[in-house]
Structures are given as structure tokens and as C-alpha cells.
């Protein structure tokens, strides 16, 4: 299934004119750890199977459904002979439009959706891979676009729950939950536009319009994680590409990052990928 690997990275090779793949694997074989830009989605026709992303295995039963964020380490390390669906999109796809942002940040890591998590957001996930596997092969013109449409919809509905449970945690009305929305996103904005830099916490305080003490407290529950986990994630994500670049040396892709100084680069670097820096970049080198 896995054509083109450099190292971990996958190159995944989509169709002319298309900007998502769908497997529908039968394969008996075990895949190695990899990485690539594309969101995967994965669920099992026939039998279970057991993904691992970064240190956590995840054992998918029959027609639960695992989505896995691009640029997630992740193997296939068990043969299990079965049937499973794995679709796989370009991030870019998604993250390039404005209008759904939120609903790509709500994919900070990987989801195992099950009747235990929720009845109807387990229908709709497995209903859209079934939609997918049915459309995938129609050749009209709007196959395509009702698939991205089905995609989106799936994120749309698994933001919705994160946002409920976080409305949940926090006790917030609905017009509470609106304006955390707001503020946040525009906390995400400028993390984005402003990894590379120094990031103080005056400053998205300022940005959210909140006292630090508040904004911090908030940020945490809201997002289920710290601002300063979200900015490291975010420089991760940065060095991970350019780590790609054979003419960048690891002190380079640490500078351009954001991060201040290399020991702190690799410390955070294996807490998320869960390889260093420089067995990434030669496992790269490598093939």
C-alpha cells in the first residue's frame, strides 16, 4: 500500500486531479512507521486492526473509525487479515480554506470513534466511509465533491462534540461557548502566523483580550492542552518539514522553528514525534 517512503515519509501518490486516495486494503501484511501530509481515516469491513500512532496501539474494531492527523508517526504492526478502509487527504486541502480552520485544529491528535464516545457521531463516521467507498468509484463530476463534502461533514460533527464536551467541562451557555470560540481561534491565528518567533503570554492574553491567569486557565480546559503545548506542536509540525531539507543542518530547522535553543528542540521534538531530530532526518536521508 505504501509506494513512495523516504525514511518515514510517505509521499502519498493521489490520482490525477485529485487530492485524496481510498484503500480499500485486503492486504496480509504488516506497514512500517511512517508520516505524511495527509489526514487518514481507517475503518475496519472485516475483522479488527490495530494501528500504532506514536506510542499508543489502538485496536479498531469492525466499523469504528479511527482518524489519524497528518504528520502523526504511525505503524500497522501486526498481520491481520481482514478488510479496512483507509482514506487518506491532503491536508492542504483542508487547512488552505479559511472557512473550516477550526474544524483541522480540532484534530490535535488521534480519535477512536465508537458507539462508548457517541452513538450518533459513530453512525455518521461510519456512514461516510461507506458514502466514500461508494463514490470513489462513480467518474461524474460531482463524485468528488460530494466525498470532501462527506469529509467535511465528519469533522464538522467531531468539532461539535469536542466543543460540546469542552461546554460541558467548563459550564458555559452557548453564548459563552461562542465567544471562547472566537477569542481562541484568533489565539490559533496568530500562534500560526507567529511560531517562528518569540511568543510571550502577555501577549495572547492580549490577543484574547483576557487577564494571563485567565487566558491560561481557559486555554488548557478549552483545548485540552496548555498554550505552550499548542505552540510546540505547532513548531514540531514546522521542523518536521524542514527536516526534509537536506541543505538545513538540525541547528538550522531548530532556529527556523522557533524553538531557543537545540537541547530544547530535541526534548520536545521525541515528546511528539518519539524519535529525535536527527533519526528522523537520517531515516529521511537514508532512502
Known amino acids: 500500500m505504501i509506494k513512495h517512503l523516504s525514511g518515514d515519509f510517505e509521499t502519498v501518490e493521489y490520482d490525477s486531479k485529485r487530492s485524496f486516495l481510498l484503500h480499500d486494503n485486503h492486504e496480509y501484511e504488516t506497514y512500517p512507521i511512517h508520516w505524511h501530509d495527509a489526514v487518514e481515516v481507517i475503518m475496519p469491513l472485516e475483522n479488527h486492526y490495530v494501528v500504532t500512532v506514536g506510542d499508543v496501539d489502538f485496536d479498531i474494531p469492525v466499523n469504528d473509525v479511527?482518524?489519524?492527523?497528518?504528520?502523526?508517526?504511525?505503524?500497522?504492526?501486526?498481520?491481520?487479515?481482514?478488510?479496512?478502509?483507509?482514506?487518506?487527504?491532503?491536508?492542504?486541502?483542508?487547512?488552505?480554506?479559511?472557512?473550516?480552520?477550526?474544524?483541522?485544529?480540532?484534530?490535535?491528535?488521534?480519535?477512536?470513534?465508537?458507539?462508548?464516545?457517541?452513538?450518533?457521531?459513530?453512525?455518521?463516521?461510519?456512514?461516510?466511509?461507506?458514502?466514500?467507498?461508494?463514490?470513489?468509484?462513480?467518474?461524474?463530476?460531482?463524485?468528488?465533491?460530494?466525498?470532501?463534502?462527506?469529509?467535511?461533514?465528519?469533522?464538522?460533527?467531531?468539532?461539535?462534540?469536542?466543543?460540546?464536551?469542552?461546554?460541558?467541562?467548563?459550564?458555559?451557555?452557548?453564548?459563552?461557548?461562542?465567544?471562547?470560540?472566537?477569542?481562541?481561534?484568533?489565539?490559533?491565528?496568530?500562534?500560526?502566523?507567529?511560531?517562528?518567533?518569540?511568543?510571550?503570554?502577555?501577549?495572547?492574553?492580549?490577543?484574547?483580550g483576557y487577564s494571563k491567569y485567565h487566558f491560561s486557565r481557559i486555554f488548557k480546559q478549552y483545548n485540552s492542552m496548555s498554550y505552550l503545548q499548542y505552540i510546540n506542536a505547532r513548531r514540531t509540525k514546522a521542523a518536521e518539514h524542514l527536516l526534509l531539507d537536506p541543505d538545513l543542518s538540525i541547528t538550522d530547522v531548530a532556529m527556523q522553528s522557533g524553538f531557543k535553543s537545540l537541547t530544547t528542540f530535541n526534548r520536545i521534538f521525541k515528546e511528539i514525534k518519539h524519535c529525535t531530530p536527527t533519526d528522523f532526518k537520517k531515516l529521511f536521508a537514508a532512502h
Do not use: W
Not at 485544529?105 to 462508548?116: H, Q, W
Not at 461516510?128 to 462527506?150: F, G, H, M, P, R
Not at 460533527?157 to 471562547?180: P, T
Open 66 to 208: 479511527l482518524i489519524i492527523p497528518s504528520g502523526e508517526l504511525h505503524k500497522m504492526p501486526q498481520l491481520i487479515p481482514g478488510r479496512r478502509l483507509i482514506f487518506q487527504c491532503d491536508n492542504s486541502a483542508l487547512s488552505g480554506v479559511a472557512a473550516i480552520e477550526s474544524i483541522v485544529r480540532g484534530l490535535s491528535a488521534p480519535i477512536l470513534i465508537n458507539k462508548e464516545m457517541n452513538k450518533e457521531l459513530h453512525s455518521l463516521a461510519k456512514k461516510t466511509l461507506l458514502d466514500i467507498l461508494s463514490l470513489n468509484n462513480k467518474k461524474n463530476e460531482l463524485a468528488d465533491v460530494k466525498i470532501y463534502i462527506s469529509l467535511v461533514n465528519l469533522l464538522t460533527a467531531v468539532r461539535e462534540y469536542q466543543l460540546e464536551k469542552s461546554k460541558q467541562l467548563l459550564d458555559l451557555d452557548d453564548i459563552k461557548l461562542d465567544e471562547y470560540s472566537e477569542k481562541f481561534n484568533a489565539v490559533m491565528k496568530y500562534i500560526d502566523a507567529n511560531y517562528m518567533y518569540d511568543i510571550s503570554l502577555d501577549r495572547l492574553a492580549d490577543v484574547a
